[in-house]
């Protein structure tokens, strides 16, 4: 069965950059899309960024123009960069591929952003 493996979350200081990568650890068929979503305690996970498999990118309201999503097929990989961080971004990210048949999710990576 396939898993979602993330890496790149850590500390980082106001305004400054971190990248997330997420592939998965099988082969995961019939991609619909592959994202990133976000969750800190007591409010409920909310979109950051997604990529269709046709190319088209939503991305939360606050972090557009700040934020950038992008895949490499030959990878399958998908990545978040992140720039201009700011502390209201601090929160556990978590990556979401969608198939025809099922979702699934990654176990997360923290990401803080000290002030």
């Known amino acids: 069965q396939a898993q979602l493996v993330e890496s790149g979350g850590g500390l980082v200081q106001a305004g400054g950059s971190l990248r997330l990568s997420c592939a998965p650890s099988g082969s995961i068929f019939s991609f619909v899309s592959m994202g990133w979503y976000r969750q800190v305690p007591g409010k409920q996970r909310e979109l950051v960024a997604a990529?269709?498999?046709?190319?088209?990118?939503n991305y939360g309201d606050s972090v557009k123009g700040r934020f950038t999503i992008s895949r490499d097929a030959a990878k399958n990989t998908v990545y978040l960069q992140m720039n201009s961080l700011k502390p209201e971004d601090t929160a556990h990210y978590y990556c979401?591929?969608?198939?025809?048949?099922?979702?699934?999710w990654g176990q997360g990576t923290q990401v803080t952003v000290s002030s």
């Open positions: 990529i269709t498999s046709v190319g088209s990118i």
């Open positions: 979401n591929v969608r198939t025809l048949g099922r979702t699934y």
